[in-house]
């Protein structure tokens, strides 16, 4: 079986409250290269690593991690709504193959999805529907959080499953590196905040509408210099792609959920989708090589914004 692997850092506000033009050149460059990556690899499967941020799960019932059989993206902050081209066949298949290795998998037959999920497959393949997928969410928002360990196990089950299909598979991780952005939060919440956050009302187009005004702002006063919120951490972001590019993926095993949110800010927690997506390329194809790897700290987009693509060399 042939593997590969593609990191890549979402920001809701990408088009929105865009950084100087040769940040977003050297952005562009990054991501042209991650496309031809994909390209060149053909993928016959994509396995999608990627956070939610309360529009798919809730407090209610919220899984350390989930797979889907069926997924639809709600089009949030100008994504696109509507179904995933998911492959049913073959996330029933991982997600028997993942039970089977002691891994205490959620399936969902029907999951909602949001940019998280959405704007890779836009950025990477052109539409949410265009490639077979078996989408993975991974929770990096709602404390408690669990060891990042059993992120590094999830992935390599669903890694040495895969392997078992036979076919070329990517497994792609969405999520920032550092970055704190206003995603609401259950402890200390007002009644009606924490009520929407456990029970996921679904908001009205206006109530949206004024939440994605929030983050937008939230982006421009971070790039002012803002202090609210805890800044990117460049030097936190390098050692995790260093472990990634150097293949150290039990170093995150004593990373422990404190320090992370303290280094690298409440939403750091969505490099486990990266965690995940690396596991699943070492357990599937032996040796990897990082081939490419960018990073830069974008405050406009509220992200520590990386792009990696990896090869697996069995
Ligand atoms: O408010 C949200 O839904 C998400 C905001 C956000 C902002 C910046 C980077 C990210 O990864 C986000 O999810
Ligand atoms: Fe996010």
């Known amino acids: 079986m042939t593997a590969a692997a593609v990191g890549l850092s979402h920001s809701p506000l990408i088009g929105k409250n865009d950084p100087a033009p040769d940040v977003l050149a050297r952005v562009a460059e990054a991501v042209a290269g991650a496309r031809e990556f994909v390209r060149a690899y053909d993928p016959e499967l994509v396995v999608l690593y990627a956070p939610d941020h309360y529009n798919g799960f809730f407090c209610k019932e919220m899984p350390p991690f989930c797979l889907a059989t069926e997924a639809h993206a709600v089009g949030d902050f100008g994504t ?6 998911v492959d049913t066949a073959a996330a029933k298949a991982l997600a028997q193959g993942v039970l089977d290795r ?24 052109g539409g949410i529907d265009q490639v077979p997928v078996v989408p993975v969410f991974v929770n990096g928002v709602a404390t408690p959080l669990g060891p990042v360990s059993r992120i590094r196990a999830l992935g390599t089950a669903v890694g040495e ?8 598979v990517l497994f792609l991780a969405s999520g920032g590196l550092s970055h ?10 007002p009644p009606r905040v924490a009520d929407a956050l456990i029970e996921g009302r679904p908001p009205t187009p206006e109530q949206r509408a004024r939440g994605e005004e929030r983050v937008v702002q939230a982006g421009r006063d971070y790039a002012a210099g803002s202090t609210a919120m805890i800044p990117i951490n460049p030097d936190w972001d390098h050692r995790l792609l260093d472990h990634l590019e150097k293949e150290e993926l039990a170093e995150f095993d004593s990373w422990s959920v404190e320090d992370m949110a303290r280094e690298g800010g409440g939403s750091a927690h969505e490099v486990r989708a990266w965690i995940a997506a690396f596991a699943s390329l070492a357990a599937a194809s032996g040796p990897y090589e990082m081939t490419s790897r960018f990073y830069e700290a974008i405050p406009a987009w509220i992200a520590g914004f990386a792009v990696a693509t990896a090869r697996g060399q069995a």
């Open 180 to 189: 704190d952005p206003p995603v609401p939060v259950l402890d200390g919440a």
């Open 80 to 85: 696109a709504a509507g179904p995933l081209s």
């Open 102 to 125: 002691g891994v205490d998998l959620t399936v969902s037959a029907r999951m909602t999805v949001d940019h998280g999920f959405a704007q890779p497959l836009e950025v990477l393949f």
């Open 161 to 168: 499953a895969a392997a078992e299909l036979d076919r070329r």
